[in-house]
């Protein structure tokens, strides 16, 4: 087969990039990140990764599979990124035993593909079961599940994904052969289905399916590709964006942005300005109103209310680094068909505060939670017990820093966009580009030209310049600007070997307020977001790294008080101004004046990329001298009363929340979940369950939070069986949410081995729920 005519199909970008190959990453935090992410998929076994794949095809095991997430649903959803990952790696550094491992598992895929006889690759456990039910149209979709499966297609994607990879990046023809016979399986899955069956299916988080589909039209040349994509694009989310409206709250965030990825990448295939334009839509609702400064978004995976962000700093369940790891993506799409540098300004923050910093920079475990409550801390991977999505995105994150250094348009103009030690290779013109820089630990970043040539060498303008002089020399001499441009310093000659360009970079200091929330303030320098590491608890031994639980991915320690933190004082300018520079440390700064500090360290500012295996403030309260007391004394009570409940609490479930239902082993029928005044529900015309942990059987209370005015709704709920209660919401509690506490008789946890399987189940014609919130509790609070 040969590819699209892409003048004819696609749409011209304006601006193109150079292969990652052509791109070398030198000196400098970028390099230690990618060197050490290299150490951690070597360290990964390819056998393990492969294992669920050999199982379903029914051949022999070379090995057992990793747990934790890996055996419990999501079974083969790393091997996908691992592969991603792998292509990324060798293409950034070159290191031949990348390509080895990289060639290895795409020798026994093909094993595994030609064993299944029809093109398909799965790890799924049953997968044939359920995939056979699909094709016949019998689809049972829910928001995290379909037909009883952890999120298939978001499962099935990832190996999409990295099999394309590894024929477009890293050059592997075996690969492409792979992809298109696993496409010709799909094509025959669901031929028969219909639209709106199509549409069922895509209720479940899916990934980035339409994207992919789009990769292989180009790939191919095949038509019927380019359909799929536009199949699997889900109009419940698309026609909201065509109308610019924004409906994301309440919804789970990483489901989303792989859809509007797609999008945008379908709308670059076809011209489809209206697409386009919705992906723009979302991208300037999330970045301007929906982030967090370090580039991150959503409070336990969902988007929260967008005039509301005060559970961004009292949640312990952060920006989630799959998150900004999507939206890097949209913004590198977006930058290449506009050439717009708002899409650099935000790729720039992000990368620095969140992708960067979600790398333990030793032993290379990665983030799933960035916590912004003040005081509280991140758990790390372990490279074999840890198996989370983060995972899987974050291997992929360290070896791709070369994307979009540097870039060029139509007439072979060079673009400057990030200011990272690398070194280009221009190819087509004899040209490189060395670009020395400490950046941001200097202010300054000199780029060194080899070869000869005339062109325009274009360096972006960073938004967070602002009114600060942009001076640039070549060769010792100060240039102007041949533009004039905005967004771009641009200087036009004919260039020789030995030119050397000298770029100032000044930077401020400023603080920045959480949107909706002028109470608090993040610090940040130029593109640097400044955090400080806060010791409250001086004797306690923090556990830092992941184990092979379900929910090990979340920082589930001790809760740090706000009243025992320190607050700016007044006027955040003026706090900003009386910061004092650290002598002979870069970036560093010590707050001692206007600030109520009631730690016994004084506090310091350092680049939040830096700060690993600590508790730490990036978030800022912002109150005066006459507030403070009352401050205090407020956020102690409130903090009293949730410890206290928390305290009570052995294991709790969010209804309607990805990973909480996923942990919890959510099953249901006729199940449907949303959110309402801020909350998630979940209810069933049938009936729903989770499995509880109460592993030292203490548990005597189930609390169940309801909606005040939900009406004519019968149901019950048991525990292993026994019925725990009939419930009837009468509708009489008014427009609140209110809870109701259920004993638990002792014979069901002296027989419950730790377990206990929470099940709802409507009477006939009702509705069990909404449940907004489940608690098992030692004793009522």
Same mark, same amino acid.
Not at 22 to 32: A, C, N, R, T
Not at 145 to 173: C, E, R
Not at 264 to 290: M, P
Not at 368 to 373: C, D, L, P, Q
């Given at each position: 087969?040969?590819?699209?005519?892409?003048?004819?199909?696609?749409?011209?970008?304006?601006?193109?990039?150079?292969?990652?190959?052509?791109?070398?990453?030198?000196?400098?935090?970028?390099?230690?990140?990618?060197?050490?992410?290299?150490?951690?998929?070597?360290?990964?076994?390819?056998?393990?990764?492969?294992?669920?794949?050999?199982?379903?095809?029914?051949?022999?095991?070379?090995?057992?599979?990793?747990?934790?997430?890996?055996?419990?649903?999501?079974?083969?959803?790393?091997?996908?990124?691992?592969?991603?990952?792998?292509?990324?790696?060798?293409?950034?550094?070159?290191?031949?035993?990348?390509?080895?491992?990289?060639?290895?598992?795409?020798?026994?895929?093909?094993?595994?593909?030609?064993?299944?006889?029809?093109?398909?690759?799965?790890?799924?456990?049953?997968?044939?079961?359920?995939?056979?039910?699909?094709?016949?149209?019998?689809?049972?979709?829910?928001?995290?599940?379909?037909?009883?499966?952890?999120?298939?297609?978001?499962?099935?994607?990832?190996?999409?994904?990295?099999?394309?990879?590894?024929?477009?990046?890293?050059?592997?023809?075996?690969?492409?052969?792979?992809?298109?016979?696993?496409?010709?399986?799909?094509?025959?899955? $669901?031929? /028969?289905?219909?639209?709106?069956? *199509?549409?069922?299916?895509? +209720?479940? &988080? =899916?990934?980035?399916?339409? !994207?992919? @589909?789009?990769?292989?039209?180009?790939?191919?040349?095949?038509?019927?590709?380019?359909?799929?994509?536009?199949?699997?694009?889900?109009?419940?989310?698309?026609?909201?964006?065509?109308?610019?409206?924004?409906?994301?709250?309440?919804?789970?965030?990483?489901?989303?942005?792989?859809?509007?990825?797609?999008?945008?990448?379908?709308?670059?295939?076809?011209?489809?300005?209206?697409?386009?334009?919705?992906?723009?839509?979302?991208?300037?609702? $999330?970045? /301007?109103?929906?982030?967090?400064? *370090?580039?991150?978004?959503? +409070?336990? &995976? =969902?988007?929260?209310?967008? !005039?509301? @962000?005060?559970?961004?700093?009292?949640?312990?369940?952060?920006?989630?680094?799959?998150?900004?790891?999507?939206?890097?993506?949209?913004?590198?799409?977006?930058?290449?068909?506009?050439?717009?540098?708002?899409?650099?300004?935000?790729?720039?923050?992000?990368?620095?505060?969140?992708?960067?910093?979600?790398?333990?920079?030793?032993?290379?475990?990665?983030?799933?939670?960035?916590?912004?409550?003040?005081?509280?801390?991140?758990?790390?991977?372990?490279?074999?017990?840890?198996?989370?999505?983060?995972?899987?995105?974050? +291997?992929?994150? =360290?070896?791709?820093?070369? !994307?979009?250094?540097?870039?060029?348009?139509?007439?072979?103009?060079?673009?400057?966009?990030?200011?990272?030690?690398?070194?280009?290779?221009?190819?087509?013109?004899?040209?490189?580009?060395?670009?020395?820089?400490?950046?941001?630990?200097?202010?300054?970043?000199?780029?060194?030209?080899?070869?000869?040539?005339?062109?325009?060498?274009?360096?972006?303008?960073?938004?967070?310049?602002?009114?600060?002089?942009?001076?640039?020399?070549?060769?010792?001499?100060?240039?102007?600007?041949?533009?004039?441009?905005?967004?771009?310093?641009? +200087?036009?000659?004919?260039?020789?070997?030995?030119?050397?360009?000298?770029?100032?970079?000044?930077?401020?200091?400023?603080?920045?307020?959480?949107?909706?929330?002028?109470?608090?303030?993040?610090?940040?320098?130029?593109?640097?977001?400044?955090?400080?590491?806060?010791?409250?608890?001086?004797?306690?031994?923090?556990?830092?790294?992941?184990?092979?639980?379900?929910?090990?991915?979340?920082?589930?320690?001790?809760?740090?008080?706000?009243?025992?933190?320190?607050?700016?004082?007044?006027?955040?300018?003026?706090?900003?101004?009386?910061?004092?520079?650290?002598?002979?440390?870069?970036?560093?700064?010590?707050?001692?004046?206007?600030?109520?500090?009631?730690?016994?360290?004084?506090?310091?500012?350092?680049?939040?990329?830096?700060?690993?295996?600590?508790?730490?403030?990036?978030?800022?309260?912002?109150?005066?001298?006459?507030?403070?007391?009352?401050?205090?004394?407020?956020?102690?009570?409130?903090?009293?009363?949730?410890?206290?409940?928390?305290?009570?609490?052995?294991?709790?479930?969010?209804?309607?929340?990805?990973?909480?239902?996923?942990?919890?082993?959510?099953?249901?029928?006729?199940?449907?979940?949303?959110?309402?005044?801020?909350?998630?529900?979940?209810?069933?015309?049938?009936?729903?369950?989770?499995?509880?942990?109460?592993?030292?059987?203490?548990?005597?209370?189930?609390?169940?939070?309801?909606?005040?005015?939900?009406?004519?709704?019968?149901?019950?709920?048991?525990?292993?069986?026994?019925?725990?209660?009939?419930?009837?919401?009468?509708?009489?509690?008014?427009?609140?949410?209110?809870?109701?506490?259920?004993?638990?008789?002792?014979?069901?946890?002296?027989?419950?081995?730790?377990?206990?399987?929470?099940?709802?189940?409507?009477?006939?014609?009702?509705?069990?729920?909404?449940?907004?919130?489940?608690?098992?509790?030692?004793?009522?609070?």
């Amino acid at each position: 087969m040969t590819g699209l005519a892409i003048g004819q199909v696609c749409a011209q970008p304006q601006i193109s990039l150079f292969s990652l190959n052509q791109v070398e990453i030198k000196d400098g935090p970028f390099l230690h990140a990618q060197q050490v992410n290299i150490n951690y998929l070597l360290e990964l076994d390819a056998d393990k990764l492969l294992a669920p794949y050999r199982r379903e095809a029914g051949l022999d095991a070379i090995s057992d599979s990793y747990g934790n997430w890996e055996n419990t649903g999501l079974d083969g959803h790393i091997a996908g990124h691992y592969i991603t990952a792998l292509s990324l790696s060798y293409a950034s550094s070159k290191d031949i035993r990348l390509l080895k491992r990289l060639q290895y598992m795409l020798a026994q895929l093909q094993l595994v593909q030609d064993a299944n006889g029809d093109g398909y690759l799965g790890g799924i456990p049953s997968g044939e079961k359920m995939w056979n039910q699909v094709g016949t149209g019998k689809i049972d979709a829910d928001l995290f599940s379909m037909n009883k499966t952890w999120v298939p297609w978001y499962n099935l994607h990832k190996m999409f994904a990295g099999l394309k990879d590894a024929y477009v990046i890293a050059g592997q023809h075996n690969a492409k052969e792979i992809l298109l016979d696993y496409g010709d399986w799909v094509k025959y899955l $669901v031929k /028969n289905l219909s639209h709106g069956q *199509i549409q069922k299916m895509l +209720i479940t &988080e =899916h990934g980035g399916m339409n !994207e992919v @589909f789009v990769d292989m039209a180009e790939i191919s040349g095949d038509q019927e590709y380019l359909q799929l994509a536009k199949s699997f694009s889900q109009d419940a989310i698309l026609n909201p964006l065509l109308k610019s409206e924004d409906r994301l709250n309440g919804l789970h965030a990483n489901t989303q942005i792989p859809k509007i990825v797609g999008f945008k990448r379908y709308a670059d295939a076809t011209g489809n300005k209206e697409w386009n334009a919705a992906a723009e839509f979302f991208w300037q609702r $999330v970045v /301007n109103h929906r982030s967090t400064a *370090i580039g991150g978004n959503s +409070i336990k &995976e =969902h988007f929260h209310a967008i !005039e509301d @962000f005060e559970s961004m700093v009292k949640d312990v369940e952060g920006p989630e680094t799959c998150n900004t790891y999507n939206m890097l993506k949209l913004s590198k799409m977006l930058y290449l068909t506009s050439a717009e540098t708002q899409y650099l300004d935000y790729y720039e923050r992000a990368l620095y505060n969140h992708i960067l910093a979600s790398q333990h920079p030793e032993h290379g475990g990665l983030v799933y939670f960035t916590s912004m409550r003040a005081g509280h801390y991140r758990k790390y991977s372990s490279v074999h017990d840890s198996m989370w999505c983060c995972v899987g995105s974050g +291997i992929e994150n =360290h070896g791709k820093y070369g !994307e979009l250094i540097y870039a060029q348009d139509a007439n072979d103009n060079l673009y400057v966009n990030l200011f990272i030690a690398s070194k280009l290779e221009v190819i087509n013109k004899k040209i490189t580009l060395e670009q020395d820089t400490l950046f941001p630990e200097e202010e300054t970043s000199v780029i060194r030209v080899k070869g000869e040539g005339q062109f325009s060498l274009n360096i972006r303008r960073p938004k967070w310049l602002a009114d600060r002089k942009f001076n640039i020399s070549v060769n010792g001499k100060f240039v102007k600007d041949s533009t004039k441009n905005k967004t771009y310093f641009s +200087i036009k000659r004919k260039w020789h070997h030995g030119d050397l360009v000298k770029i100032s970079l000044p930077m401020a200091t400023k603080a920045e307020a959480l949107p909706s929330q002028a109470k608090h303030y993040a610090i940040v320098h130029g593109p640097i977001v400044l955090a400080a590491k806060v010791n409250p608890f001086p004797n306690e031994k923090l556990n830092f790294i992941g184990d092979d639980s379900r929910m090990g991915h979340i920082a589930s320690g001790q809760v740090c008080p706000p009243e025992a933190l320190p607050v700016m004082l007044d006027n955040p300018d003026e706090f900003i101004r009386k910061l004092k520079p650290v002598a002979g440390q870069a970036l560093t700064y010590i707050a001692d004046e206007q600030v109520s500090n009631p730690l016994s360290e004084p506090v310091k500012l350092v680049p939040f990329y830096k700060l690993h295996d600590s508790r730490y403030q990036v978030y800022w309260p912002n109150a005066t001298q006459a507030e403070l007391a009352a401050f205090r004394q407020q956020e102690a009570l409130k903090a009293a009363k949730l410890a206290a409940i928390e305290k009570l609490t052995i294991d709790k479930v969010a209804p309607g929340e990805q990973q909480p239902e996923s942990d919890h082993f959510y099953q249901g029928e006729n199940s449907e979940a949303g959110v309402h005044m801020g909350r998630h529900w979940r209810h069933t015309r049938a009936w729903f369950s989770y499995e509880l942990n109460d592993e030292q059987q203490r548990a005597k209370i189930l609390r169940i939070s309801y909606f005040g005015l939900d009406n004519g709704r019968y149901f019950t709920i048991l525990l292993n069986g026994n019925k725990i209660a009939d419930v009837e919401l009468k509708g009489d509690k008014g427009n609140q949410f209110f809870d109701l506490d259920y004993s638990i008789p002792s014979s069901v946890i002296n027989s419950s081995n730790g377990k206990l399987t929470l099940k709802f189940i409507a009477k006939p014609g009702s509705v069990a729920g909404g449940i907004y919130g489940v608690r098992l509790m030692s004793a009522a609070k």
